[in-house]
Nanobody
Framework: QVELVESGGGSVQDGGSLRLSCEAS????????MAWFRQVSGKDREAVAS???????TYADSVKGRFTISQDNVKDTLSLQMNNLNPDDTAMYYC?????????????????WGQGTQVTVSS
């Protein structure tokens, strides 16, 4: 079955950087679109960035120019490089996958989710 395992979260100061990883297994990695979402307790899950099967990337306005999503089809790993972090980026970050050619930031298209990794940015 599809399994997604995130890692790389932690605590950083305002302006710092983190790199999240999501190891995928149980399916043909390059046939699925993938994405990163984040959620603060008590709020709705928010889309961060996505990458479609053809490599097209989409970013939420709040992270454009600071975050970069990428994937390694040899290691079956999705990554999110996060630079210039600020306290508003504090959240639990989840990776998600779906067997569609194009998913973009539509949360309803993603049936598979990891358990999440916490990112905390202090001022």
């Amino acid at each position: 079955q599809v399994e997604l395992v995130e890692s790389g979260g932690g605590s950083v100061q305002d302006g710092g950087s983190l790199r999240l990883s999501c190891e995928a297994s149980g399916y043909t990695f390059d046939e699925y679109c993938m994405a990163w979402f984040r959620q603060v307790s008590g709020k709705d899950r928010e889309a961060v960035a996505s990458i479609d099967v053809d490599g097209t990337t989409t970013y939420a306005d709040s992270v454009k120019g600071r975050f970069t999503i990428s994937q390694d089809n040899v290691k079956d790993t999705l990554s999110l490089q996060m630079n210039n972090l600020n306290p508003d980026d504090t959240a639990m970050y989840y990776c998600a996958a779906a067997r569609f050619y194009r998913c973009e930031l539509d949360v309803s298209r993603y049936p598979y989710w990891g358990q999440g990794t916490q990112v905390t940015v202090s001022s």
